[in-house]
């Protein structure tokens, strides 16, 4: 392991992270603000979307990478916050499980934290990031019930990923599954479109996707847990409502979420429920590195 790898380092803004490595191609930074993802090299190219804007004082949430949406994806669930607070909050990396290619953080339950104010219950997460042999990102949630009674929540790993080519970016997969549009009061329609295409905003909280969602330069798999995927780009408008996002940033990403959000998860006490998802790059987009393709 060189020096600094899986082990906790200080950034400029006196915020922690660690970073993962998979040979010399393949890296990924996670924030202990969040359990944050925050930069994923695959093949020796960034992945991931940041803002030019981001603000890097914790409580505000980072803009870009992975934020973790819980108890509650948007306003689907009991936080005034939109996406909870997880997002918010500084996790503890837990030091003892550091490897090269995977860091394990956990968030436990504070009601001391303002942040958590609307969230009564006692609960356990933990986020194992882990670098696979192709570089691929895999993010696993676990939650524990560690109160007396159930709850239930929503919840979604928010990634935003970098789109060089905004216009010739597409989802696939989607055709024929009914989604929420939440610019149209998340009233229910289907989609009968061959590919989502960005020429506009998008804000839609597709039902019961497949595991696998396929997208210009990535494929979505959603492994455990997870059954609604959410497509985001904020498009022009919303681009510049943003305080944390510059106005032409909109044409470097599009969100593609893991989510639990339809039907939320219940959870008993003393239960656990898992949320897997592993992001690859298809072979035609794996670029040139060293050690990128493994045989
Ligand atoms: C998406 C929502 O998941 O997150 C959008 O569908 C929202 O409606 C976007 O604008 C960003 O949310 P936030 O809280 O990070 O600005």
Known sequence: MAAGEGTLRVDKHGMGFVV???GADHAATVYEHGAHVTSWVCGGEERLFMSAKAVWKPPKALRGGVPVCWPQFGDLGPCKAQHGFARNTKW?????????????????????????????????????VSLQARGELRHRLTVDNTGPVAFEFTTALHTYFRTPDLPGTEVQGLRGLTYKDSLDGRAEKVDDEPAVTFGQ????????????????????HQEEGFADAI????????AKRMSDYGDEEYKQHICVESARCQTPVQLE??????????????????GGGIGCVVS
């Not at 090269?100 to 303002?114: K, Q, R």
């Not at 996707?209 to 330069?217: F, L, S, W």
């Not at 497509?231 to 919303?238: F, I, L, M, S």
């Not at 006490?269 to 794996?286: A, K």
């Open 20 to 22: 993962l490595t998979r």
């Open 201 to 220: 905003e998008v804000d839609r909280i597709y039902l019961g996707v497949p595991p696998r969602v396929e997208m210009t330069g990535f494929t979505v």
């Open 231 to 238: 497509v985001w780009n904020p498009w022009v408008d919303k």
């Open 92 to 128: 503890t990396y837990v030091a003892d499980a550091s490897s090269e290619t995977a860091a394990v953080f956990t968030l436990a339950h504070d009601p001391a934290d303002p942040l958590q104010q609307d969230w009564p219950h006692p609960f356990q997460l933990r986020l194992e």
């Open 269 to 286: 006490p003393n239960s656990t429920w898992v949320g897997q998802q592993l992001l690859s790059i298809p072979p035609q987009h794996e």
